[in-house]
């Protein structure tokens, strides 16, 4: 069964920078799409970015480009996040996922790993 792990989440000031890992397992990526996603307290789940699995074509949230990007590394199955210049509005418990076709809608992705916290302080 597919299984996803994210990682690399913590406390950081603004203007810092974090690296997210998310390792995927039980099956070929090849033809699917990453996509992050991000949920602060009382908040819906949003769109960060998404990314084919081969690294191809990214997209990201007008919040986050410039500062985010995703990356993926085929060899080690693990999709990377990395987010420099952080906001306190970055705060949020990130997700990766994982689904046909690269989408910002959270209905688009069909496996979703657990979240890792993201905490910027001012």
């Known amino acids: 069964q597919v299984q996803l792990v994210e990682s690399g989440g913590g406390l950081v000031q603004a203007g810092g920078s974090l690296r997210l890992s998310c390792a995927a397992s039980?099956?070929?990526?090849?033809?699917?799409?990453v996509g992050w996603f991000r949920q602060a307290p009382g908040k819906e789940r949003e769109f960060v970015a998404t990314?084919?699995?081969?690294?191809?074509?990214?997209y990201y949230a007008d919040s986050v480009k410039g500062r985010f990007t995703s990356s993926t590394d085929n060899a080690k199955n693990t999709v990377y996040l990395q987010m420099n210049s952080l906001k306190p509005g970055d705060t949020a418990v990130y997700y990766c996922a994982i689904g046909p076709t690269s989408t910002r809608w959270v209905t688009g992705y069909d496996y979703w790993g657990q979240g890792t916290q993201v905490t910027v302080s001012s």
């Open positions: 990314i084919t699995w081969t690294g191809g074509s990214a």
């Open positions: 039980g099956r070929t990526f090849g033809r699917y799409a």
